[in-house]
């Protein structure tokens, strides 16, 4: 029989029938062993953290080192920088004259890459021309355009004035006409007017007449009706105008009179 005192040797029976010795720790060490674990690891923590003279004195009889915690290290290292700082005198920045000064000239001297439509020769600075024609035509094409014209009626318009607006043209035709057909349809479209709306879209068809009552014109050009005097006017003379209405009774008796000669 083996003695069953504790932290001895005892026999443990395994399933195929051997009997084993196995060594089992006395409960009251485990224990002991448990208290020294947890004390030292609340010293180590007191002693990191604890900011008061006895959790220093508790960790120094420990017999651990004093760590600083990382808050107090940073509030340090900012406390220090900030002293830099403030004894460093800061320069005034320098004032706009003597930076306009000094950027005198081109804004973008070194500028690595130009847009293309101001490089020569192509299809964005052909456009960027194009556009800045039809712009300087704007004020005349916009008056054109508000009395009612159609396509027609302003190219016939233009070319009337050719010698006079050829200059505003950025590549003038050699001959005549002036002004085509097509090119005053671009320059329309390329146009804006001050509601926001191409001019090309206000162009009246040339199939309609101008200014016409009851026609069927497109939603931005608007409806026009006729001047119609009141109705009843021929029966009431006070209708007409005071001119009118003196001359009328000597009308009819002149006509009365010349009807009865006859």
Request: contains cysteine; glycine residues 8%; charged residues 25%.
């Amino acid at each position: 029989r083996w003695p069953s005192f504790a932290g001895c040797w005892l026999p443990a029976k395994m399933p195929g029938g051997s009997v084993v010795k196995t060594h089992r720790r006395p409960v009251g060490r485990l224990a002991a062993l448990a208290a020294a674990a947890t004390a030292a690891y609340a010293a180590l923590t007191l002693g990191r953290t604890s900011t008061t003279v006895d959790g220093s004195v508790d960790a120094f009889s420990l017999g651990l080192q004093l760590v600083p915690s990382s808050s107090a290290v940073a509030a340090g290292r900012m406390t220090s920088a900030v002293q830099r700082r403030a004894e460093v005198e800061l320069e005034s920045p320098p004032s706009d004259a003597e930076l306009s000064g000094e950027a005198s000239g081109d804004p973008r001297p070194y500028s690595r890459r130009l847009p293309k439509r101001e490089i020569p020769g192509t299809t964005s600075w052909a456009r960027k021309h194009l556009h800045e024609e039809a712009y300087r035509f704007k004020p005349i094409t916009q008056e054109l355009i508000a009395r009612g014209m159609s396509l027609d009626e302003i190219t016939f318009a233009l070319n009337r004035r050719g010698s006079e607006l050829r200059h505003l043209l950025w590549r003038p035709n050699l001959g005549l006409p002036v002004f085509k057909r097509q090119k005053i349809r671009t320059m329309l479209q390329r146009t804006i007017g001050d509601d926001g709306i191409r001019l090309h879209k206000k162009l009246r068809p040339k199939f309609l007449p101008p200014n016409a009552p009851g026609a069927r014109y497109q939603e931005l050009l608007g409806d026009v009706y006729a001047e119609v005097p009141p109705l009843g006017w021929q029966n009431d003379k006070k209708a007409l105008p005071e001119e009118q209405a003196t001359t009328a009774p000597e009308a009819e008796e002149a006509g009365e009179a010349e009807a009865s000669e006859e």
